[in-house]
């Protein structure tokens, strides 16, 4: 069976059998060798790396999987590259959380332990919390780091580790890379100091809660509104993960008394027992909730993933209830929040939105309407972070999102948060309720105003290391033959996010692109149409987005224009081969 391990896999892999290892995890890498040579490949045949989302991974023994001596190899990284940083920082600090899975609470007490063991001060949350009230914890108590031990939305048999500099954004490049390359300067697994020091670990809980959560309440721009809408009717589910208690505490503190709870999903489970998966994205995750809401006459649905960065939205349209993708949820939430702005005379000229390349160009209308500079950033909020970092104090930062249902609101978190989101999605719908309308009728009047924007996401799953090579050979097909033409228009524009190079294909000319590096291709249609191509930083997929926009002459018109959007992408995924 050995010989059909590659002998680099297999050098690993005896590596971790005659290292200084638990007995344990020899016996559980020896089974593998004996019994299971192709799990052997998977999981060993490449390190974990920090991708759009940080480490992620499957939890099991190997160098490609999330446990003990990964998460130890890579705090002890971390901790070097933070050493060398910060010399003139003593005591170095960092913080840690971590979410409802199945091994987080010990990936964050080894974790904390390393770090102490190189002698840097560590505040860890005493119980699960959300991701971005750790990026919060960064900065609150000073720190040059933190982690968060979460695979997000990812199934029951993940896990993950995302790391945060002292900005309380997730590293970038260069620290991302220079983490990774001093992870794989540790020769041996011995090198990776284990040996905690308690009196450097300090657990912090609801003292740390109640501050974040008097940040978020500050957000709020429509407390008269509230006041008379407070018995509008919301359900809301953490889907087992740590959405709970926060969220439910910020909606009361807006003001909010109709809040009901998925009694069912508010405990933790690392199993996620009444979900098929936490994904918010995903209908079927937001299924009891939508149940609970036809049996309460609720008018707005809020789910969040498990460590409640991104949070899924149905509202009620009619008689029913329909679920709004990001690039709409996050429409109606930048278009109040420049509205209000506006309205309360706060709008000097100086003030910005951020998107990710992938999401609508809806946002950047709204926008422009209220004369808001927007900027786009790769895909990953650790982008939008790093816009916020570079313009602090020139330039304030209203608010900002991504497709994949990550929105931020202020800039006390440099992080997607889904705590303070559904605080003020809840706020714009009782705002578009004081005008009697629904949240579909106001996205139906943006629609009006701006054009009927639909986008689609269709991922294609490649698993492990013949599905990355597969990956990659889709992304030079499309980089070396790329498509004239999509659904009958012309593209005009083809950008490069690799190369870092704009090519317009309608005066034949080449820009530069002012972003970072990444492997990335996007095709712009004569008639507004748009399609990115990327892989995946967190998982074993290749995604495809579209987006299509027509004129939307009439609100009756609605499903009719909305149906030829969706065929007109249709030909989009026939022309490509999808």
């Not at 580790?161 to 954004?169: L, N, S, T, V």
């Not at 927007?374 to 304030?396: M, Q």
Request: glycine share 8%.
């Amino acid at each position: 069976m050995k010989e059909t391990i590659d002998p680099q896999t297999l050098a690993k892999a005896n590596l971790w059998l005659t290292g200084n290892y638990d007995a344990e995890t020899k016996a559980a890498v020896q089974d593998l060798l004996d019994n299971n040579p192709q799990e052997i490949i998977e999981s060993f045949y490449r390190d974990l790396e920090f991708g759009t989302g940080g480490l992620r991974g499957i939890m099991g023994v190997g160098s490609n999987r999330m446990n003990k001596y990964t998460v130890g190899a890579a705090t002890q990284g971390f901790s070097n590259y933070l050493k060398a940083n910060f010399k003139d920082h003593n005591p170095l600090k960092v913080a840690i959380a971590y979410d409802c899975r199945n091994n987080s609470q010990y990936f964050a007490q080894i974790t904390a332990e390393v770090f102490s063991a190189n002698g840097i001060f560590v505040y860890l949350f005493e119980a699960l919390r959300p991701t971005p009230e750790l990026s919060f914890a960064i900065r609150h108590y000073q720190c040059q780091g933190g982690i968060v031990i979460t695979a997000s939305h990812n199934p029951k048999e993940y896990n993950g580790y995302k790391a945060y500099w002292e900005d309380g954004g997730q590293l970038i490049s260069p620290h991302d890379k220079n983490v990774i390359s001093e992870v794989e300067k540790i020769q041996d697994i011995s090198e990776v100091r284990f040996d905690g020091d308690k009196k450097l670990i300090q657990l912090i809980g609801e003292e740390t809660d109640k501050i974040y959560l008097e940040h978020v309440k500050a957000l709020s721009l429509s407390p008269e509104v509230i006041k008379r809408q407070k018995d509008f009717k919301i359900v809301y589910t953490p889907i087992h993960g740590t959405g709970y208690p926060l969220v439910p505490k910020a909606l009361k503190m807006f003001g909010f008394e109709q809040v009901y709870l998925v009694d069912e999903q508010t405990s933790p489970d690392g199993n996620f027992t009444t979900v098929k998966s936490p994904n918010p994205e995903e209908p079927a995750a937001l299924a009891m909730a939508i149940e609970k809401a036809r049996q309460v006459n609720a008018d707005l649905v809020m789910a969040t993933d498990p460590d409640a960065d991104r949070v899924g939205i149905a509202i009620r349209m009619g008689d029913d209830f329909t679920l709004l993708n990001g690039n709409q949820a996050a429409s109606l939430l930048i278009y109040y929040l420049l509205t209000k702005w506006s309205e309360n005379g706060k709008l000097t000229g100086n003030e910005y939105i951020v998107k990710t390349i992938v999401t609508s160009e809806l946002l950047v209308k709204i926008a422009e309407k209220f004369k808001v500079e927007h900027f786009d950033v790769l895909t990953g909020f650790k982008y939008i972070a790093d816009i916020i970092k570079h313009l602090e104090g020139r330039k304030t930062f209203i608010g900002g999102g991504e497709e994949s249902y990550g929105y931020l609101v202020g800039d006390f978190v440099r992080d997607k948060d889904a705590v303070s989101s559904c605080a003020m999605i809840a706020e714009t719908a009782a705002w578009a309720a004081d005008k009697n309308i629904g949240l579909f009728d106001l996205l139906l009047e943006m629609y009006q105003e701006f054009g009927l924007y639909k986008e689609s996401l269709i991922s294609v799953v490649r698993k492990g290391k013949s599905g990355a090579e597969e990956i990659q050979a889709i992304m030079a097909k499309f980089r070396h033959n790329p498509p004239t033409s999509l659904g009958g228009s012309k593209i005009v524009t083809i950008k490069d996010y690799q190369t870092r190079k704009n090519h317009d294909l309608l005066n034949n000319t080449v820009s530069d692109i002012e972003l970072p590096t990444s492997n990335v291709l996007q095709f712009f249609t004569e008639d507004g149409g748009k399609v990115s191509v990327r892989p995946s930083g967190t998982e074993p997929k290749i995604k495809f987005y579209f987006g299509v926009v027509a004129p939307l002459p009439d609100k009756k018109r609605y499903h009719e224009v909305e149906a030829q959007l969706a065929t007109k992408i249709e030909q989009y995924i026939q022309d490509l081969g999808v």
